[in-house]
């Protein structure tokens, strides 16, 4: 650990001396590394001398140096410069990045999701081309030479950043295991007489990687080399070879701050050389002080954990309270637990360490170096859900999985394995259900499910039971309509037309839930069923405690019967259900015995329900054929001989066909449901009295009519056709939909819709401006097929000088012409010479040709649509490419990166990479060395009682500077990292060299390169080139693609009213929500409240009133009889996270 104090003791006191740029033949000339007053020392016989001499020297060597620049101008009196302010913003949101570890209680990092990689990715290649094409084009335009001399800082500092850290986590761990070496030797010396506590005392803890996780140190360091570089920027004054500090200098307020205590500290640098108002400055050493803070700061952090104990692998934070007053005040608990509980994976509240010591111990040993922000966020500590999935990316791989899945189910199981006719066997006993303390199981050997015994004279005033589908989405949107199905009671509002008020009124929780299919998204895999479906059910209303997730159940129910009052549901699958041949369904669904509170009793993928007062509900798994299977046929006309003829019926579908077929236009098509229709009109005639379904993600409600335009029928014989598919799942529109259809021969017209048409037509706008930030994973699409229509034109030699001779005026409407012109003549060589453009450009005509809606668009105005589709695909691929080469040809011919005239072996300018590295090498290349030299000074040289312990550290340190100066020197490393970084002098230097090949003896290549000719450039060049200005070219060609195919999508959505499917699954959207609420009064009547969602909350904390299974005596209280059963709130009440009911509707019982 000496070793380490030397080092940093010689880093936080040494200087960086200043090399200022001089002028020379009106041009920029950058000292070469021979000139460095420094590096000339170092061939010189080293002397001993006091650290003063050292200082006074190097101030002398400074003067004399002469400047280019003249001293800049005072600071304005009075005011604060905009660029301070801006500095110290960027400081601001550095430091909260920088120092998040102090606020971590854990010291943990966050998980790398995918969103993360790719955002942090597309940041980086962003602030990359921004920055160097900024550096590029500063020192034409500016005398602000600072940037060029802070970005040879930025590379230079990053690296021994990154070094910096590694080398000091890992000499952090090595000190950590020999501490518990030690530790383990002081425990066998205590413990001798215990073996057992001897072989648990040889075990050493498995901790986590000491450079894990690598991305942290990484962007740790790269962000304080970024702020230290604009503080460089905007403080370093070039005339007086220093920090300015002082006001007449025209130091800010953000320089005076930052480098005024350092000149306190006594790094000043005082040049007698020039007038007395300017002698109070910092010295260019003061940067690397900052820099040492930092590191330093960030290795204690990181020292602080590891002897902590919270490196450890598996380390968990201790659930038992605190013993400091804080916590026995607070009464405050870490917890780490993200969903509802599992028993199967029950996690101690502490890490065991390896040394058998007792929990309390360990507890007391950790909080001796508490976290910083531990003390700070028990005051603000509030628990939220963790591990939540957003809603699903539709355009993203899913895309290509989901086409995969169809293809293997329609033509792997569809007619030739239906899981349907293996589950006749499985219909066990019926079940019935009453109020009363036992209830008894029905003989019925059909297994209907007998709920007719239920009060409907109860206090909340009938039987009531809910309906819901398409859930298992978002998080937000799935857990906000199942904590609402679970609230005991519901309180909603309604508006009365009469006197336009709202009122609340109050609805109880229905005894059953019907669910009607796509229970989870995109796929049914075991993780989306439970992360998307079950945890929300779970979250809302939790199941007993004896629920096992692990359990399979071979007689349902497995819950004793007797004495429940609890609520069931039934589900039916729906489409993406079926994607795996109904596997997943029936292994959870099927072989459970709880979703959340709620039981499963049913051993089928289809049910008969009898509710009270003669009302039946019967759910019919249609699979993907769109049909009922024989064994369902036999099933439910056994089950039509118990229903008497003044019965009433409820079918429950996936699919509304009534709709569908309508927009398809297949309204006469009689292969879909042709069994359930014979089922109906031979067993269920004038039974039926209404229809319910999902799929369609919004609520509609059609009713029969007389004929269009004339008064709704008033007889029982034709059902009312219900969607209602807003449980969770993205919004989908209902103005693509026709208002009035016909069923067979019946025709119905919507009587309702929500969202509303006007609201559904504003919402598709949203796809203009919103489609490529909500699909960003799309993104690598637009880039591969963008650059692949443009790949066989690169690089138009010669662009730029055809534009000014087409364009002589610079009008704007000459720019326009010869756009076009030169976008359709590309587009019809693509066909001659393209031979990558030319698959690309298939392929992107295809694309569009498949993905446009051809069921309800006529053959013309599909073909049409999608070529024009693909047409402005590929002019904008076109025009980024005309742009990017005419830019590219632009800053060559007016030199602002290295290039070379035909003809002219003379360099126009000098490369950004090679006065950076120029930079480097007279500011900051001989950094080590000095550390060498401050090391011999007498300031620093020990007594004669330490001196022999110093020099094995003195050795150590010789051999790390000779590293460094090897790797940042001799090696490549820096080199190759500005070569890189400098794409502009790339795209310049590879665009001449193929230029000069492709236009060799005076041959036309503009718009044409001959393949044979082509083939004689060297492949490295190419390469070189391509990915160069490849990325200029995508990061201007993805935003566009975006836009454009999300204009498209709006246009067809509001103008011919399709791709509804694709146009709102883009969108995402988790709003507008809705479910239904029935009551069976003791008339027999059926009552309908359709509640509906305008906003869904998206952000949650746990409800304070929450307790989970209250036990009462000796006995568990089960969830659904709590009054606050769910376990998470919006983090915030508002008016507009309220249900509202958003349509009504009262069916007339038969009379007997």
Known sequence: MKGIGLVILITITNGVKSVPLVEAGGGLQIPTLEDSPTIAKKNKKKKKKPFSDVRAEKRQQQQQQPTSQSPERPARKGGVKWISVAVLFKFLLAFKSFAGPFFDPLGEPRRATESSIYFSFIAVL??????????????????????????????????????????????IRCAYYVWLLWKRGMIRTAFASSSKTLDSAKKLPVLVHWHRPFRRVCKSSWILSAVLCSFYTHC??????????????????????????????????????????????????????????????????????????????????????????LDNVLGLEISKSSSSMDSNSIQPSYSDDGFGNDEDDEHDERDAWPSISATIQQFKRVERPQGTLPMVSWYSQIVFSTGFDLLLSFHVFLGRFDARKMQSALIGKESKCSNQSHRGESPNPEGLF???????????????????????????????????????????????????????????????????????????????????????????????????????????????????????????????????GLATYTRYILSRDWLGGWLMPQKTSYFCLKLPRNWWVLGFDLALDDDIDIEQFTFFASAAKQMQPHHNAIIVTHVPHWVLNEYENHAHDLNRENNLRELVRTHFRSKV??????????????????????????????????????????????????????????????????????????????????FRWRNWRFDILWAVTYFGMASSFFPLCGVYDDYLN????????????????RVLYLMSKIFVSGRVSLFFMIFIIGLT????????????????????????????????????????????????????????????????????????????????????????????????GILQSCRTDERMYEKLSSAFSWLYRE???????????????????????MCKVLCAGDSPCTWSNEFMIYQQIDRLTILKYLSSIGLYF??????????????????????????????????????????????????????????????????????????????????TAPSWSLKTPSKWVPWRKSKKFLPEVIDHLKIKAESS
């Open 126 to 171: 962003y602030v990359w081309l921004a920055s160097v094409t900024t550096l590029t084009i500063i020192p034409h335009v500016s005398t602000h030479y600072n940037v060029i001399t802070a970005a040879a800082l930025f590379f230079y500092m990053g690296f021994i950043s990154v070094s910096s850290l590694l080398a000091g986590r890992f000499l």
């Open 1034 to 1115: 995508v990061i201007f060609a993805v935003p566009i693609a975006g836009n454009v195919f999300g204009s498209w999508l709006a246009l067809s959505l509001v103008v011919f009213n399709c791709q509804y499917d694709e146009g709102f699954s883009s969108l995402r959207m988790e709003h507008y929500k809705n479910w239904l609420k029935f009551k069976i009064d003791s008339n027999g009547d059926l009552e309908m409240f359709a509640i509906g969602l305008k906003r869904v909350p998206k952000h949650w904390k746990k409800d304070p009133q929450w307790v989970g299974h209250r036990k009462e005596g000796a006995v």
């Open 236 to 325: 370093w004054s070039r005339s007086l070879a220093a920090f300015k500090v002082s006001r007449a200098d025209g130091a800010s307020f953000v320089c005076k701050g930052i480098f005024m205590p350092l000149v306190w500290l006594g790094f000043s640098s005082n040049n007698s050389g020039i007038e007395q108002e300017h002698t109070t400055c910092a010295d260019e050493f003061s940067i690397w002080i900052l820099w040492a803070a930092s590191i330093l700061g960030h290795l204690f952090y990181y020292l602080i954990n590891e002897f902590n104990g919270l490196h450890h692998k598996g380390y968990i934070p201790s659930r038992k309270k605190s013993k400091s007053p």
């Open 450 to 580: 007998d709920f007719s015994d239920c009060d409907t004279s109860s206090d909340s005033g009938g039987f009531w039971f809910d309906f819901m589908s398409d859930c298992g989405d978002g998080f937000n949107s799935s857990y906000q309509v199942a904590r609402l199905l679970a609230q005991p009671n519901l309180h909603v509002y309604t508006s009365s037309k009469s006197t336009k008020s709202r009122m609340v009124k109050t609805l109880p929780r229905g005894k059953l839930l019907v669910i009607g299919g796509d229970l989870a998204y995109p796929d049914p895999t075991p993780e989306n069923y439970e992360k998307r479906f079950f945890r929300t059910f779970e979250d809302a209303l939790q199941p007993p405690p004896t629920f096992r997730r692990s359990h399979i159940s071979i007689q349902k129910p497995a819950f004793p019967i007797q004495g429940y009052d609890g609520p069931c549901t039934f589900l039916i699958p729906g489409n993406h259900d079926w994607f795996d």
């Open 806 to 821: 087409n364009n002589s005026s610079q009008s704007l409407g000459g720019l326009l012409l010869w756009t076009l012109r």
């Open 971 to 993: 090696a490549p490393l820096l080199k190759t990292a500005l070569a890189v970084f400098d794409l502009p002098g790339a795209i310049g230097s590879t665009h001449l060299e």
């Open 849 to 944: 040709f498949g993905f446009t809606d051809k069921s309800h668009l006529k053959w013309r105005v599909h073909l049409s649509w999608s070529v024009l589709h693909a047409l402005a695909h590929i002019s904008s691929a076109l025009l980024v490419l005309l742009f990017v080469e005419c830019m590219a040809e632009f800053v060559m011919k007016e030199g602002i990166i290295a290039s070379q005239n035909a003809g002219n072996a003379q360099s126009l300018s000098i490369g950004l990479a090679s006065s950076i590295f120029d930079e480097y090498n007279a500011h900051f290349s001989h950094v080590l060395e000095d550390f060498h030299i401050v090391g011999n000074s007498t300031i620093f040289q020990p007594s004669q």
């Open 689 to 770: 009295r209404l229809r319910l379904a999902g799929d369609l993600h919004h609520y509609t409600r059609h009713m029969p009519v007389d004929s269009p335009g004339k008064k709704r029928k008033n007889s029982t014989d034709k059902p009312v056709l219900i969607v209602a598919g807003g449980g969770g799942a993205f919004a989908h529109p209902t103005h693509c939909f026709e208002e009035q259809i016909s069923v067979g021969e019946d025709q119905y017209v919507r009587e309702c819709a929500y969202p509303s048409q006007k609201v559904s037509k504003n919402l598709s706008w949203l796809n203009l401006w919103q």
